[in-house]
């Protein structure tokens, strides 16, 4: 008999019986102690009013034989022609579904639900938890729906969006706008494909700037233009030293360049045997052996030719290791045609494969480089790529890097007056070798875009103990990482448009910059996320229709009635 009763609220089974427990306890020892008459009658009373309390609490259900109730619960993107068959076939009841609503409200319950469209966001996948559900995906979402790019850069150094734009009909044009709004790149898609792009734009000043991805047909007009924030940091002032075991065209034009960024330097170039010319720029001169242990751990990056390298004695190498692997100085070396043919170069650890090509193109521009290309790997990390081959990389040495490329004669670009792409190059190049600052706090989110009313999460490492957070001036709670004690996971709900900062109140000279935009932006990338989540949600979910029986909740009225009538007695009998 049990079994033909189920209950709606039955993870609040263990509570209800610990209230009824302790009212039916304290009634009873208030009876005990009392001398008023028909003392049996009125504990059965109270024991009557409350189970029918607890009853009402838990909501009981009773079988619908011969009877099924479905639900189908729309969500963007569904199919006229799904919602139909299944109105047609099951008589199903249809629900809207709203971002953090309420699915269930009316208390109705169904034996199994259809979710169509493109899904649930995810934190309204609890909804459909312990229920029989199915998920129908419709048309697949058309413009750009996978992007990545890096949300904070440094001036000088080239913004790179890349990500995948599926394209439902005709030609389309995909641009990357600044924030003034002409575009900066553009690419031409064609027909019905998906396809994977690249744009790049110039950064030449600091603060926080709206880009935009703009969609566009062949008349010009825009069909799609989605905001894309980038933070352009200022370039940190380095600690350089440059080794040359001669003077050479490509480090006269380099070291005049890293001098106008800023950057301390001292420039050692070899003019005889044992003899050194020393040359310092934005700093004080220097004494002493520059490539002791103590010395080069006060580098920020070194920069040597691989003449220069194989020159180094004993114990200079041993330093130089050191200070790599122990102090996370970068070192990159500048390449010679003995570089790729040599057996090992100090300190690096590549592999060359020869291709026979003595220019390659970047940015539109013919530029020389050696014959040969790097050889990815995953060890790898790219920093120049073209036409399908890598030009220059790194590889972590213990808190260092280490990395060469493979371009020859970069100072030529000055000389054609491309003073913006030779910055671009070289900036990108020392930024990715310099040893990383490490802050106290690092934060990470998957999207530096929010929208109103929606939760943004994101992930802060922190070596403090327990970091106190703000979203502009509102405390933000978070969680620590069971196994990562430095990791920690927040959640804020912005409520107004425009830009919005995380921060510590330890750190807060450093702050995560954020968008809020309005709903209605990067729809087709925020489809294909909660398609991908759905889907992950329900993979283990049976398609096939379960054949129990239907439930329908039991008419309270009743229990509400019942309960009255023993309080009502309960209070009346003392006193007549």
Not at 266 to 288: C, D, H, L, M, P
Not at 398 to 422: H, P
Not at 541 to 554: C, Q
Request: charged share 20%.
């Amino acid at each position: 008999m049990i079994d033909q009763v189920r209950w709606i609220h039955i993870e609040w089974l263990w509570p209800v019986l610990g209230v009824s427990t302790l009212l039916l306890v304290i009634f009873l020892i208030k009876e005990l102690k009392s001398t008023a008459r028909h003392r049996p009658l009125r504990v059965g009373v109270a024991f009557i009013g409350v189970c029918t309390l607890a009853l009402i609490a838990l909501k009981p259900t009773v079988p619908l034989h011969g009877q099924r109730h479905y639900a189908v619960v729309l969500t963007r993107g569904y199919a006229e022609a799904t919602l139909d068959s299944l109105k047609r076939l099951y008589n199903a009841r249809v629900i809207y579904y709203e971002p953090g609503g309420d699915i269930f409200a009316s208390g109705r319950l169904y034996d199994s639900i259809f979710l169509l469209g493109d899904g649930l966001a995810p934190y309204d996948l609890w909804q459909l938890d312990n229920r029989s559900a199915v998920y129908l995906q419709g048309a697949e979402p058309s413009g750009v729906v996978k992007l990545k790019y890096p949300h904070e850069v440094t001036v000088g150094a080239e913004l790179t969006v890349e990500g995948v734009f599926r394209n439902d009909s005709g030609k389309k044009w995909l641009l990357l706008e600044a924030s003034e709004g002409y575009s900066e790149d553009s690419v031409l898609v064609e027909g019905q494909e998906e396809v994977f792009f690249s744009l790049k734009a110039n950064t030449k000043a600091t603060g926080r700037f709206l880009y935009h991805m703009a969609v566009k047909d062949t008349l010009g007009n825009a069909l799609l233009r989605d905001p894309l924030p980038v933070t352009v940091k200022g370039q940190v002032p380095l600690n350089i030293l440059i080794i040359n075991a001669f003077p050479t065209f490509e480090t006269k034009y380099l070291k005049n360049f890293l001098a106008e960024e800023g950057h301390a330097m001292i420039v050692r170039s070899q003019v005889s045997r044992g003899k050194y010319r020393y040359e310092y720029f934005n700093r004080t001169s220097a004494s002493g052996n520059l490539l002791s242990s103590g010395r080069l751990k006060t580098f920020d990056l070194v920069i040597a030719d691989h003449p220069s390298m194989t020159r180094l004695s004993l114990s200079e190498l041993r330093s130089m290791e050191e200070a790599v692997n122990k102090e996370g100085v970068g070192l990159f070396i500048q390449p010679d045609e003995a570089l790729f043919s040599a057996s090992a170069a100090p300190l690096l650890s590549m592999d060359f494969i020869r291709d026979g090509r003595e220019a390659t193109l970047i940015e539109g521009q013919s530029l020389k480089k050696h014959p040969v290309n790097i050889v990815d790997d995953f060890l790898l990390q790219p920093v120049l790529e073209s036409e399908g081959s890598v030009l220059a990389s790194w590889q972590r040495h213990g808190r260092g890097k280490v990395g060469t490329m493979v371009l020859n004669d970069t100072y030529v670009l000055l000389l054609k007056g491309k003073e913006t792409l030779y910055r671009q190059l070289w900036t990108s190049i020392i930024d990715a070798h310099a040893r990383t600052t490490q802050s106290a706090n690092e934060w990470h989110s998957k999207f530096p875009v929010a929208f109103p009313h929606e939760p943004y999460e994101f992930q802060l490492r922190s070596r403090e103990a327990l970091p106190q957070l703000f979203n502009d001036n509102t405390a933000v709670p978070v969680g620590q990482d069971i196994d990562i004690p430095e990791l920690w996971y927040g959640r804020t709900w912005p409520r107004a448009t425009g830009w919005s900062q995380l921060s510590t109140v330890a750190d807060s000279t450093y702050r995560f910059n954020y968008y809020v935009a309005d709903t209605g932006y990067w729809v087709g990338m925020l489809a294909e996320r909660t398609r991908n989540t759905n889907r992950q949600h329900f993979q283990q979910v049976s398609a096939v229709v379960p054949e129990s029986t239907g439930w329908r909740a039991v008419n309270l009225l009743g229990f509400y009635f019942l309960f009255i009538l023993c309080v009502g007695y309960l209070w009346l009998v003392p006193k007549l």
